[in-house]
């Protein structure tokens, strides 16, 4: 039915770039708010971005001038851009709709690391 699937997520060292995507399936993601979330090993999941029905978008002050997020209609998927990547970002990365519904999914793995 309604499923988030998060990918792109990898090793990189730090200074380097990721496109995260979230395609979304049984669902249109373009009538809802949606969001990039992170966690941490053993820290609470904390909201990266947000983009809204239009295309205004916040960001934490922690990734602000690094991250974009996007999304293309089209293809139903949301995107985060990582640009200038620091050991701090290592997380799983997560979408969602805003305000947070239904199941997680598994995230994707970014590792920050030389």
């Known amino acids: 039915q309604v499923q988030l699937v998060e990918s792109g997520g990898g090793l990189v060292q730090p200074g380097g770039s990721l496109t995260l995507s979230c395609v979304g399936s049984?669902?249109?993601?373009?009538?809802?708010?949606m969001a990039w979330w992170r966690q941490a090993p053993e820290k609470q999941r904390e909201l990266v971005a947000v983009?809204?029905?239009?295309?205004?978008?916040n960001y934490a002050q922690s990734v602000k001038g690094r991250f974009t997020m996007s999304r293309d209609n089209a293809k139903n998927t949301v995107y985060l851009q990582m640009n200038s990547l620091k050991s701090e970002d290592t997380a799983v990365y997560y979408c969602n709709y805003m305000p947070s519904r239904g199941t997680w999914g598994q995230g994707t793995q970014v590792t920050v690391s030389s």
């Open positions: 049984g669902t249109i993601l373009s009538m809802h708010a």
């Open positions: 983009l809204g029905r239009g295309e205004s978008v």
